[in-house]
């Protein structure tokens, strides 16, 4: 392997930028970015990073080993280190807030996955749908990636599989005098 080829810490910085900048500014293929056209070409996409060797990256980029993959039915193992990473960097960077509030996020999705959703009257039917825990200003403090009625999250309780992500969700503010709402999805009589 040519050292050329490895990836350094600065490169995977301006990859990750790209990849937000394009969350924001929306092509329908991503070489269109780097086109040659100047009424399409995004610098500040294209410039930083040639189009061959984003798509190297985006090929062979991986946070885990495939062949590590435990027994536990994590949907999500590939990007468990990165999930982890950030669930630790949302909780450690602001005090909590008196009030919470649990419910579903939807992240549009058109790849393949196992964890895919699909909801047939949204205008984006195909989605992830993602367990959080966000304080009154709209921080997101804790986030659970929903993996189907049987993935992931181990043994369901006694108090059922919606109340089980409340509790989890909150496992870090338990008994601090804060205040949580949730919709009636997450409770029953």
């Not at 709209?138 to 006694?158: I, K, M, P, S």
């Amino acid at each position: 392997r040519r050292s050329s080829d490895l990836l350094s810490p600065a490169e995977l910085k301006v990859f990750l930028g790209i990849n937000l900048t394009m969350t924001y500014i929306k092509y329908p293929r991503t070489r269109m970015y780097w086109s040659s056209n100047p009424g399409l070409r995004q610098n500040l996409i294209a410039d930083p990073m040639p189009v061959n060797r984003f798509d190297e990256i985006k090929r062979y980029l991986h946070f885990a080993d495939n062949n590590s993959q435990s027994a536990n039915g994590d949907r999500f193992f590939k990007l468990r280190p990165v999930l982890d990473v950030l669930q630790e960097r949302f909780l450690k960077a602001v005090t909590p807030e008196e009030f919470h509030a649990i419910d579903e996020k939807i992240i549009p999705f058109k790849g393949q996955h196992s964890s895919k959703q699909y909801i047939p009257k949204k205008t984006k039917p195909w989605e992830f749908k993602v367990w959080v825990r966000a304080g009154s200003s709209g921080y997101t403090y804790r986030f659970e990636l929903y993996q189907g009625a049987n993935g992931g999250r181990g043994d369901v309780g006694d108090l059922g599989m919606a109340a089980d992500v409340v509790v989890r969700l909150c496992s870090d503010i338990y008994h601090n005098g804060h205040k949580v709402f949730f919709d009636n999805f997450f409770c029953s009589i």
